[in-house]
C-alpha cells in the first residue's frame, strides 16, 4: 500500500458500509487520519474501529447529512481533533424508487434529493470555509454515472446525482484559485448493500444483465472506487479538477445496445464457425 496521504485529514459521509467505507479505510491506509461519518453510528463506529485494529487513525461521528447543523458538528469535530480538513468525500447516498418518473412519489422524489444533493451542497459549505484558508483541499462526491446518462426507473436518483457533478464542477471553477480540486466520482454498479432493492425487484436474471452492463462482465467492488478516491485525493492528481470521474468499467464507453449487437455478432460468428466444424451451436453465456 502506497503513503500518500500521510499528515492529511479526512472525512467520509455515508462511512458505515460499502463505498464509504472502503474509502475511509484506503483513505487510512493511505495515512490520512479519517473522520468516518454516517448516520449509523453503530456502522461508523464499526469501520473506525477497525481502521485502528490496522494500525490507521480514526474516530466516528454521527451526522444526518440533510440536517446542516449536523455537518457543521461534525466538520467542526473533525478540525477540533485532526487541526485541518484536507478531504472531504461527500458520499452518503440512497436508493431511488425503481418506477418512471409518472409514478415517481413526490416523497421519493424529495427524499433522494435532499439526501444525495442536499447533502453534499451541506458537506460543500461546511468545508469550504476551511479549505480557502488552508489554501489547499480537495472535495469529492459520490455522483454515479446514472448522472451521466438517464434510465427507465429512478428519475429521481439521476437528476441528484447530474446535479451534484455541476455542483462538483461549480466548485473547481469557482474556488480553484484558493487551491482547492473538486471531483465528482461517477461508479458504475458497486457490489454494496445499495443494490438490495434491485435484487429484490429484479432477482438473480436482473443480476446478470446487470453485471452483463460492463464490457469487463462485473461488478466493481468498493475497493474499486477507493484506490481511484485515495490517487484522486493524493497530489499525484493535483491537476484533475472539475471532472467527473467514471469508475464504471467501460459501461458509458458504448450504449448497452451496440454492445448487445456486438456480442450477438460474435455469437453468430462463433456459430458459424462450430456449424462448419459440425458442432452444435454454442449457448450465450449468462
Ligand atoms: N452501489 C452502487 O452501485 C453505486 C453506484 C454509483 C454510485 N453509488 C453511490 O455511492 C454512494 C454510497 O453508496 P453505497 O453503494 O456504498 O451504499 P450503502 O448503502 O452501502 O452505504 C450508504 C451509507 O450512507 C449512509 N447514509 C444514508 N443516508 C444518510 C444520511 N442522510 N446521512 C448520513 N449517512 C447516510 C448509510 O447509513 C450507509 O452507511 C451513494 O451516494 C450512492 O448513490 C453507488
Redesign the pocket.
Known sequence: MESRLVGRTALV????????AACAQRLAAEGAKVAV????GK?AERVASHIRDAGGEAMSLV????QCDQVQAAVDETVRAYGRLDILHA????TPCLVPVGDCPEESWRRVLD??LT?VFLCVKAALPIMRKQKKGVLLA?????GLTSSPAGIE?NVS?TGVIMLMRHVAHVYGPDGIRSIAIC????D????KPLWDAFGSPGRSILRSSSPLGRFAT?EDVAASVAFLASDEASFISGTAFTIDGGTTAGAPLARGALVRGYMAMRSGIRRLQGKPPAKLAP
Open positions: 459521509t455515508g462511512a458505515g458500509s460499502g463505498i464509504g461519518v454516517d448516520i449509523n456502522d451526522a444526518d447529512v440533510t458520499n452518503a447516498g440512497i439526501v444525495n447533502g459520490t455522483a454515479s454515472v446514472a436518483y446525482k461508479p458504475g454498479w458497486v454494496t448493500p445499495f443494490l468498493p
